[in-house]
């Protein structure tokens, strides 16, 4: 099993929908979850952390997390072609060190 | 946010030549950097944990001789890539975080691309 799981997509969303992506995590004793946009060719850009149980919100982005599930999710709202790039979720393990899933590809068509 | 440099940011050397890239946090100290190597359409894979002033940690299936890790100052860590071979062309990118920059998000470097010829 690996230790951060996403769905690669690629997701497609048209221009003003919601876009959801989903991660889930081995690790029970992690503590913080990180979202990352990467696009091609770049270093990774953190949109937003969570660290406790239930939404955070920051603009049209938000982020869930529920421990009890391993599992993490981020909501685009109002998505925009400018969105499109691979979303990177990563947990900081109870080791303290950064794990991320694949990545998902997020397409948004105007 | 906090900066982390990262240099040279794209390098191209001939078989069997060796490569160094270096990573600095510019406006904090950073007690741990990783690197991490990413392939095209491939995620992040960590390919070592350096800590300031101690032996990297490197995950399996990396070759610590081959990839050599120092962290000799709080804001400087390089990665030499010994011997390199074409299949060591990648992105390699840094990320450095400490718990004084008051959050335990990792800041990145902009990625080093290193084609080998």
């Known amino acids: 099993q690996k230790e951060v799981e996403q769905n690669s997509g690629p997701l497609s969303v048209p221009e003003g929908a919601i876009a959801s992506l989903n991660c889930t995590y081995s690790d029970r004793g992690s503590q913080s979850f990180f979202w990352y946009r990467q696009y091609s060719g770049k270093s990774p850009e953190l949109i937003m952390f969570?660290?406790?149980?239930g939404d955070k919100e920051d603009g049209r982005f938000t982020a869930q997390l529920n421990k009890a599930s391993q599992y993490v999710s981020l909501l685009i709202r109002d998505s925009q072609p400018s969105d499109s790039a691979t979303y990177l979720c990563a947990v900081k393990t109870a080791g303290n060190d950064m794990r991320f899933g694949a990545g998902t590809r997020l397409t948004v068509k105007p | 946010g906090a900066v982390v440099s990262q240099h040279p940011s794209w390098v191209i050397c001939k078989s069997g030549t060796s490569v160094k890239i270096e990573c600095r946090s510019l406006?904090?100290?950073?007690?741990?950097m990783f690197w991490y190597r990413q392939f095209p359409k491939q995620s992040l894979m960590l390919m070592a944990t350096s800590n300031e002033g101690s032996k990297a940690t490197y995950e399996q299936g990396v070759e610590k001789d081959k990839f050599l890790i120092n962290h000799a100052s709080l804001t400087l860590s390089t990665l030499t890539v010994t011997s390199a071979h074409p299949e060591d062309s990648s992105f390699y990118i840094c990320?450095?975080?400490?718990?004084?920059?008051?959050?335990?998000?990792?800041?990145f470097g902009q990625g080093t691309r290193l084609t080998v010829v």
């Open positions: 990320s450095a975080s400490s718990p004084g920059t008051g959050n335990t998000e990792a800041f």
């Open positions: 969570i660290y406790s149980n």
């Open positions: 406006d904090f100290q950073a007690t741990t």
